[in-house]
């Protein structure tokens, strides 16, 4: 069963220029997942999604940060403009539903604003 | 008080050795609980999750204190590869509202 693919795997930019992240999660799995993980700390919820509504986007700095999930299928993170505290690993995960629901989680997208 | 607390480490520890981790979360509504695996540069991987019993599977043993909101994770006969980062995840709400909270996660490194 293929995983969860992210593109691109790594990208640089500079601050204030914009950037667009990729996720295809599992097939079948209605809930995805965007999270951000800063070096040394664990995964922060950006967004969630149950199909293509949105479920939780409380830490989303919807200033500059936006997601869709337009078909229910994949997804698009942007940042717009970037600044250096993006710096960051953006994580997708996907998962089926359930009380007990795993997230897979795919490899990442490394961002370094420069 | 953080939602989700755990030792941030590192552990160092020989093989063979027999290492505890714990983490405390504030909600006692909270519900389910799991403990996922980082490897360096890798992407979190479930590990295991965490029932009220309690858990076993091969070296790793999973427990729930509700009472004092805390879970721990037991791994015996160390080895190198168990070198990681394991995170505590707690996860609140009920419904499409649930969602989960992450610890910043407790480093291991197993020597030789």
């Known amino acids: 069963e293929a995983g969860v693919a992210q593109s691109p795997r790594y990208k640089i930019i500079e601050k204030r220029q914009s950037v667009a992240f990729w996720c295809n999660p599992i097939?079948?799995?209605?809930?995805l997942y965007w999270y951000q993980q800063i070096l040394g700390q664990g995964p922060k919820l950006l967004i969630q999604?149950?199909?293509?509504?949105?479920?939780?986007d409380s830490q989303l700095p919807k200033d500059r940060f936006s997601a869709e999930r337009l078909k229910g299928v994949d997804s698009t993170l942007k940042i717009q403009p970037a600044k250096l505290e993006d710096s960051a690993v953006y994580l997708c995960?996907?998962?089926?539903?359930?009380?007990?629901?795993?997230?897979?989680f795919g490899p990442g997208t490394r961002l370094t604003v420069l | 008080r953080k939602e989700v607390e755990q030792d941030p480490g590192p552990f160092n520890v020989p093989e063979g050795a027999t290492v505890a981790f714990n983490c405390t979360y504030s909600?006692?509504?909270?519900?389910?609980f799991f403990w996922y695996r980082q490897d360096c540069r890798k992407e979190p991987k479930l590990l295991m999750s965490v029932y009220s019993s309690g858990n076993e599977d091969g070296r790793f043993t999973a427990q729930l204190n509700r009472a004092s909101q805390y879970i721990s994770l037991l791994i015996r006969d160390s080895k190198l590869s168990d070198s990681a980062t394991y995170l505590c995840?707690?996860?609140?709400?009920?419904?499409?509202?649930?969602?989960?909270?992450w610890g910043l996660g407790t480093s291991l490194a197993v020597n030789p």
């Open positions: 995840v707690v996860r609140v709400g009920a419904g499409n509202n649930r969602k989960l909270i």
């Open positions: 097939s079948g799995h209605a809930t």
């Open positions: 999604f149950q199909n293509n509504g949105v479920v939780d």
């Open positions: 909600n006692s509504a909270s519900q389910s």
């Open positions: 995960a996907s998962s089926l539903g359930g009380p007990y629901n795993e997230q897979f």
